[in-house]
């Protein structure tokens, strides 16, 4: 166990829909990573936040968007989604700001749109 | 940004031989390289990490090597097992996030 849990582990969504994917990061630590995985895009980098500020953007569509909270829980909002979005979505965190320790990831949560 | 290329995508050994995974990257500013182990279905789990001030690290069975001027690192596992069959990723950062490659799905054969 990693620490790091995320709800829901599967989500089963029609295109269109918005889901939203939550992430608890591990006990004191103050990042928050986003990465998606599909089958032939290995783990791709979606979004940082830092202490509740988004630090850092990668790949992220214009559908996505994410956030942290006070609590420092952090939650992915994909909208408008489309069949292409359906992936496996890790979280990880760290906890500094800067990635030279280990991240640990969450379980990840399985998004299929059908 | 960083961009990270690993090699193979595949790779399958006898179980008791060594498999070698290579990555370069291209980020001259990154200074940490973790190596992490994936099996089905489960998360992905950091089994080593090198950083920009040493060239080699070895932990049991499995070793990194990390060439800073050419820009490439290795991971090196020896006397494998069935178990250590898996997806392995290598990744590239520092001041910025995790950039990992595509994954190498290594198949050890009894």
């Known amino acids: 166990d990693s620490g790091v849990t995320q709800t829901p582990k599967h989500l089963i969504t029609a295109t269109g829909q918005r889901v939203t994917l939550r992430c608890s990061p591990r006990?004191?630590?103050?990042?928050v990573y986003w990465y998606q995985q599909s089958l032939d895009q290995g783990l791709q980098f979606l979004i940082q936040?830092?202490?509740?500020?988004?630090?850092a953007k990668g790949n992220i569509l214009e559908r996505f968007s994410a956030q942290q909270f006070p609590d420092l829980h952090s939650e992915l909002n994909l909208s408008s989604l489309e069949l292409g979005d359906s992936a496996l979505y890790f979280c990880?965190?760290?906890?500094?700001?800067?990635?030279?320790?280990?991240?640990?990831f969450g379980q990840g949560t399985r998004l299929t749109v059908v | 940004g960083e961009n990270v290329e690993q090699h193979p995508s595949t790779l399958s050994v006898q179980e008791g031989d060594s498999a070698v995974i290579k990555c370069t990257y291209s980020?001259?500013?990154?200074?940490?390289f973790p190596w992490y182990k994936q099996e089905l279905g489960k998360r992905p789990q950091l089994i080593i990490d090198i950083r920009s001030n040493v060239g080699e690290k070895k932990d049991q069975r499995i070793a990194v090597t990390l060439n800073k001027t050419a820009k490439h690192f290795s991971l090196h596992i020896t006397e494998t097992q069935p178990e250590d069959s898996a997806v392995y990723f290598c990744?590239?950062?520092?001041?910025?996030?995790?950039?990992f490659g595509k994954g190498t799905r290594l198949s050890v054969i009894a």
């Open positions: 990880a965190s760290s906890p500094s700001d800067r990635v030279a320790t280990e991240a640990f």
């Open positions: 006990s004191g630590d103050l990042s």
């Open positions: 936040y830092y202490n509740g500020e988004e630090r």
């Open positions: 980020d001259s500013a990154s200074n940490y």
């Open positions: 990744a590239a950062g520092g001041n910025t996030p995790l950039v």
